[in-house]
């Protein structure tokens, strides 16, 4: 917090009436100037010491020139993203609301592809002619390279309105990188010497606060105090009880607190300053709250003039509707917090937190209720958080569970709960194992009651998911018995999970079986889970609902059983729909877009993609915007759109912040948009990494065929083979033949060639001259199939065509009644040629390929 900033103005927005300033501010017009000419800048960086009246200048130069402010208070809890984030938000919402209310339904962007989507939704609804000053107060506390960088983003982001200026306040250089603002002069810095009060402009301040020294006392008071704001603020105060400037020495900074005490302290009540001591225990000033806890001080309605009379030290910020203190003044209350008792102190604490609650503070309730050992309410806040955390949050959790008593899981079972979930997040399985193991004893001797059987239930739940996470390497599927058990004690606990507790994170692949794999290795897989999803789904509010159907369905569409496929997906996008399993359901989606892609039915397509879409509005599921774009991604890719895919996909080294066992879907199709591009070494290089993330045998045939095409591509036939043949062999034991079908042209330029070669006895390998011949055959239709949308793409048309023409619409209607080209010009006077055109406008259209297509898609959408 800055220092010198009691010359601002009070202001008080209408629905905040209870704030009567009388504050006294000095208008600088030197400092307007020198402001407004920065302003003509995209970004202004102040950086000078505490007191020196960074804040208050800015505070002044808006309400001169009439501007909207935003003002970001930043404090060392913003290096947490979800702190920074509440904060962040709720500062946006002060000048657009809009904006604050669409941010409000996302998380902190972490990543790259997550701030794309915030710098799409964070553009402002900028109103033309109007200035807008965007403050960053004390970055000098931020310290975390992920929030720097999102505050780097939003400074660039802000840069590129005419109309907007970011201030940049810190006491010391910041850790931003502005070098390219900078490069570009965009940036105007401001330091210490431009801030330093003159000697006129210090006297102007006495007459604002009706003093007036001698020139020589006014000279020596500024010699002290060397144009220091605060400092002279301070000598204004000793001033108006004795005219003596020794009372200001230029020891001031050493001798703040003593100053504090004599001028400030002493001049208030008792109750007051209880008041102030219980505030210094917390970090929000929201009036609301401060409300709540002078109730306990008996001050009722005095508070708020009594802060008022201190408005050089406390004053409210109308921009953000909170109260800032002075930091001097907090670390001299800090230092006297022994003058609370510790029930005292506690109950600050508890109603702060419940506040914080209400208000969706859950960090800072967190760390409230740890401060006061409340943690049976930090389990009930942990407990609605989502199921798989990011690394900050748990990290987090973690150490606020690490430093609890060592009795915490005796008098609280629910912590537990909340330690597996956080282990799990950090991929600490063996330790979460072992320390769920120790547990249970423990658990089990506790008297009967809701609470135990509830951590009864989450440890059995754990050890069986961990069982499940190993299963992929020793294939032992004889855990079912953890999943019955935890049902037991969930009906006994009467828990009921809700979303998003109960949302399933799955991996790349429904079925986790590594290679080699037959069909009945993935059956195995898939029998075990039918055994365990009733008692997940009885256990945890419908977990895992529909998980079975994608399964089945899912090596059902790898075995190019596309029909019975397409049954199964179908449910299980019912099934999961009904239970909030939204992974679940957005996987079947998946599958169904490429059944009904390969099939040329580009009208369910873009029904399935609209599906897709709205799930971007499905608040309880955690990861639908990487899914969403890992998704239309490779839908783009396959029908001639690559340019359209999300931003960080097209990056050679960004990643989501999926889970790890889920990165190989991301890496399929990063290396697909390299191949598309040509991108040859870049596309092996994404395979080679998906190896380390996720060795499962769908995605090791994916990759493994991609890596034939790609080799082809460059050239290296002799290479392009091996691979052919180890994706074969990987693929022939389950008959997973559909990755081979979808790489369409390409697969039929591969095997063509590998049948010359041997046709030609240059080839010898397993691959027999059967297999390449169908292979090809189901790669060239579904080449065709996707032609249209690829044709049109490469003409520049988007995936949805336009309207229909009034000609084309007659003549679409003469070829559903089974009309030829001749019949259909003569009963229209016009040519046949011009009955031909007409007839590939539609088919262009309508995505179609031929005329029974076009009517097909016609019917189905209700042109006919």
């Known amino acids: 917090m800055d220092l010198q900033k009691d010359f601002m103005n009070n202001d008080v927005p209408k629905h905040t009436p209870l704030i009567q300033g009388n504050q006294k501010y000095l208008e600088r017009k030197r400092i307007n100037s020198l402001l407004e000419k920065a302003a003509q800048k995209p970004v202004i960086v102040m950086v000078a010491g505490a007191g020196y009246g960074k804040s208050c200048a800015i505070h002044s130069f808006a309400r001169a020139a009439n501007a909207r402010l935003a003002w970001m208070q930043i404090s060392e809890r913003d290096n947490l993203e979800e702190h920074l984030w509440e904060n962040f938000v709720s500062v946006i919402s002060t000048i657009d609301i809009k904006c604050a209310e669409k941010l409000e339904k996302t998380d902190f962007p972490g990543n790259k592809q997550q701030l794309e989507r915030f710098l799409i939704a964070a553009k402002p609804g900028i109103i033309p002619g109007e200035k807008y000053l965007i403050v960053f107060d004390d970055l000098h506390l931020i310290k975390e390279p992920a ?101 200001v020495p230029k020891a001031f900074k050493q001798n703040v607190y003593r100053l504090i005490e004599s001028e400030i302290m002493k001049s208030i009540s008792p109750d007051f300053r209880k008041f102030l001591l219980k505030l210094s225990l917390i970090e929000n000033y929201h009036p609301n709250l401060l409300k709540i806890i002078a109730r306990d001080t008996s001050l009722d309605e005095s508070w708020i003039k009594q802060m008022d009379d201190l408005c050089s030290f406390i004053r409210f910020e109308s921009c953000y ?266 996987r079947a989606l998946f599958y169904l877009l490429r059944i009904h892609l390969s099939r040329g039915d580009f009208s369910e397509t873009e029904k399935i993609l609209k599906e897709i879409e709205a799930d971007l509005d499905e608040v309880y599921f955690p990861n639908r915007y990487f899914y969403h774009d890992i998704i239309t991604g490779w839908y783009h890719i396959q029908t001639g759109r690559r340019e359209e895919i999300a931003l960080w996909l097209k990056s050679d080294y960004e990643e989501s912040e999926l889970h790890s066992g889920a990165h190989g879907l991301e890496k399929l199709v990063k290396a697909k948009y390299f191949f598309s591009g040509k991108r040859y070494p870049a596309a092996l290089a994404a395979m080679e990494d998906r190896e380390k993330a996720e060795p499962l045998i769908m995605g090791d045939i994916e990759m493994k065929v991609l890596e034939a095409v790609s080799r082809y591509g460059q050239s290296d036939k002799a290479g392009a083979f091996r691979a052919l043949e180890e994706a074969y062999r990987l693929a022939k034991p389950a008959a997973l033949f559909m990755p081979f079908t979808e790489l369409g042209k390409d697969m039929r330029a591969l095997t063509e060639a590998a049948i010359r070669e041997k046709a030609l006895g240059k080839l010898v390998n397993t691959l027999t001259l059967e297999w390449l011949e169908e292979t090809k055959r189901r790669a060239v239709i579904y080449a065709k199939k996707i032609y249209p949308q690829k044709r049109r793409a490469a003409r520049g048309e988007g995936p949805n065509a336009s309207a229909l023409s009034r000609r084309e619409m007659t003549v679409l209607l003469s070829l559903s009644q089974g009309l030829t080209r001749q019949e259909i010009a003569e009963s229209l006077s016009i040519s046949p040629n011009t009955v031909k055109s007409a007839s590939r406008s539609i088919y262009n259209k309508l995505g179609a390929y031929n005329q029974a297509d076009a009517v097909r898609i016609a019917v189905d959408r209700g042109i006919l």
């Open 321 to 586: 509707n909170s109260y800032h203190i002075h930091h001097l003044l907090l670390d001299y209350l800090r230092e006297r917090q022994k003058e609370l008792s510790r029930e005292e102190m506690k109950e600050v604490w508890a109603r702060t937190a419940l506040w914080c609650m209400v208000n969706n503070r859950k960090i800072d309730a967190i760390i409230c209720n740890e401060k006061a050992g409340d943690y049976n309410s930090i389990v009930r806040i942990l407990d609605t958080f989502p199921l798989i955390l990011s690394r900050p949050t748990a990290e987090f959790i973690l150490g606020v569970l690490n430093r609890a008593p060592e009795g915490i899981y005796n008098d609280y079972p629910g912590a537990i709960v909340m330690r597996n979930r956080t282990l799990a997040s950090l991929d600490k399985f063996d330790q979460s194992w072992q320390e769920t193991l120790d547990a249970m004893p423990r658990l089990k001797a506790l008297p009967e009651s809701p609470q135990k059987h509830y951590a009864l239930f989450v440890c059995n739940i754990n050890l069986g998911t961990i069982k499940i996470i190993q299963s992929i390497y020793t294939r032992d599927y004889n855990f079912v018995h953890y999943f019955k058990i935890a049902a037991e004690e969930a009906v006994k606990s009467s828990h009921v999970t809700k979303a998003p507790l109960n949302g399933l994170i799955l991996s790349s692949y429904a079925c986790r079986v590594m290679a080699p794999a037959s069909r009945s290795d993935i059956e195995d897989y898939i029998k075990m889970l039918g055994k365990i999803i009733p008692y997940t789904v009885l256990a945890m509010g419908g977990y895992r609902y529909g998980l079975y159907e994608l399964s089945r369905g899912e090596l059902a569409f790898f075995r190019g059983e596309l029909k019975d496929a397409e049954k199964l997906l179908s449910l299980s996008v019912t099934k999961a729909g009904k239970r909030q399993q939204y992974e679940t359901r957005n």
């Open 147 to 247: 929030i720097l960088h999102f505050i780097e983003q939003c400074i660039y982001l802000y840069s590129s309105f005419s109309n907007i200026t970011c201030v940049l306040i810190s006491r010391t250089e910041s850790a931003l990188n502005l070098e390219k603002l900078t490069a570009k002069k965009l940036v105007k810095r401001i330091t210490e010497d431009e801030l330093k009060f003159s000697q006129e402009e210090m006297i102007s301040y006495f007459r604002l606060n009706n003093l007036a020294p001698a020139p020589g006392i006014a000279s020596l008071i500024y010699k002290d105090t060397e144009g220091w704001a605060f400092a002279i603020h301070l000598a204004s105060l000793s001033l108006r009880n004795n005219p003596n400037p020794a009372y």
